[in-house]
């Protein structure tokens, strides 16, 4: 038997193999693949476990949100009505104003027309006085005009009482 290079190969092939079971060689490969398999898995479920915390987070600033949206919108729907009601108020107010202002106004055109129309008929009151004694002073003589003044004389104590 020819014992060439071949065969010694396949010796050394078998006492490897040999020497690989005999220090337990697959159990330690079989053992670091199992931890790397639970480091990966635990990774996983840790990887899942902060997706859902994110996602949980997500909704929770999205909720949020929408209350912040809907509590601004709220604020400007109430700022809005305040603001009609406060025109509207001013409104009010101005229309009151002006119908007190026009009303006053009013009164004091009729306070001065009462007061013209005195005053004008003050003045033709004093000027028939006026054109009376002048008439009368011509035509009438002193027992005439004496008659006249105790008939006014007599007529003003009559009203007086």
């Given at each position: 038997?020819?014992?060439?290079?071949t065969?010694?190969?396949?010796?050394?092939?078998?006492l490897?193999?040999?020497?690989?079971?005999?220090?337990?060689?697959?159990?330690?490969?079989?053992?670091?693949?199992?931890?790397?398999?639970?480091?990966?898995?635990?990774e996983l479920?840790e990887?899942?476990k902060?997706?859902e915390?994110?996602?949980?987070?997500?909704?929770?600033y999205?909720?949020?949100r929408?209350?912040?949206?809907?509590?601004a919108?709220?604020?400007?729907a109430s700022?809005e009505?305040?603001?009609?009601?406060i025109?509207?108020?001013?409104r009010?107010k101005?229309e009151e104003?002006?119908?007190?202002?026009?009303a006053?106004?009013e009164?004091?055109?009729?306070?001065a027309?009462?007061?013209?129309i005195?005053?004008?008929?003050?003045a033709?009151?004093d000027?028939?006085i006026a054109?009376?004694?002048n008439?009368?002073?011509k035509k009438?003589?002193?027992?005439t005009?004496?008659?006249l003044?105790?008939?006014?004389?007599?007529?003003v104590k009559?009203?007086l009482?």
């Amino acid at each position: 038997m020819a014992f060439d290079a071949t065969f010694f190969a396949l010796v050394g092939l078998i006492l490897f193999l040999g020497l690989m079971l005999y220090i337990k060689v697959p159990a330690m490969l079989a053992k670091s693949l199992d931890e790397r398999t639970a480091n990966i898995r635990a990774e996983l479920d840790e990887a899942k476990k902060l997706r859902e915390e994110a996602q949980a987070l997500l909704a929770e600033y999205q909720r949020k949100r929408k209350e912040a949206e809907a509590e601004a919108a709220a604020m400007i729907a109430s700022a809005e009505r305040e603001a009609a009601a406060i025109t509207e108020e001013a409104r009010q107010k101005t229309e009151e104003f002006v119908a007190r202002r026009n009303a006053l106004s009013e009164q004091k055109i009729k306070q001065a027309e009462n007061d013209a129309i005195g005053a004008v008929r003050s003045a033709a009151v004093d000027l028939a006085i006026a054109a009376a004694q002048n008439v009368i002073a011509k035509k009438a003589d002193a027992g005439t005009q004496d008659a006249l003044v105790k008939d006014a004389i007599g007529t003003v104590k009559t009203r007086l009482n």
